[in-house]
């Protein structure tokens, strides 16, 4: 079972390879496929996507490329999964209660919701500077 997809994962590794330039200006995807291993094309329509979403900026021309719209420090990474995923819960009942026939007695559901609300709390609670600036996975729920 994979909560996150590999839209989450390829994304958050583009980001984190524009945060490890730092203020070098607009970089080309063709670097960081090479740099993360990651298919250009495959990185291009999640650049496309973290546009849209108001994660990246782009520039044309022979110095173009993607940046970061916003400091590093004000993006957090749920923010970047909705962004690739969807405003998303872990279990479809958690947000959408009518479409559940149990969930008015379910005695699951706070047990959902829980958890949804933990895995949101601690993405949103990481910023890609912080994701960045840790080689180790120090991160406590």
Not at 31 to 58: D, H, M, P
Not at 83 to 95: I, K, N, Q
């Amino acid at each position: 079972m994979s909560l996150i997809s590999t839209r989450s994962r390829y994304g958050l590794l583009l980001l984190l390879d524009l945060v490890d330039r730092g203020a070098a200006g607009p970089c080309d995807l063709s670097g960081i496929a090479q740099r993360q291993g990651i298919s250009e094309t495959y990185l291009a329509k999640l650049a496309v996507a973290l546009k849209a979403g108001g994660v990246l900026r782009s520039s044309r021309g022979s110095r173009g490329g993607y940046e970061l719209a916003r400091p590093a420090s004000s993006i957090d990474l749920l923010g970047v999964v909705e962004v690739l995923e969807g405003r998303s819960p872990l279990v479809e009942c958690t947000d959408e209660t009518a479409s559940c026939e149990r969930s008015a007695d379910c005695r699951a559901l706070p047990i959902w919701a829980g958890l949804n609300r933990i895995v949101n709390d601690y993405l949103r609670g990481i910023s890609l500077a912080d994701a960045a600036a840790s080689r180790t996975a120090d991160y406590v729920i």
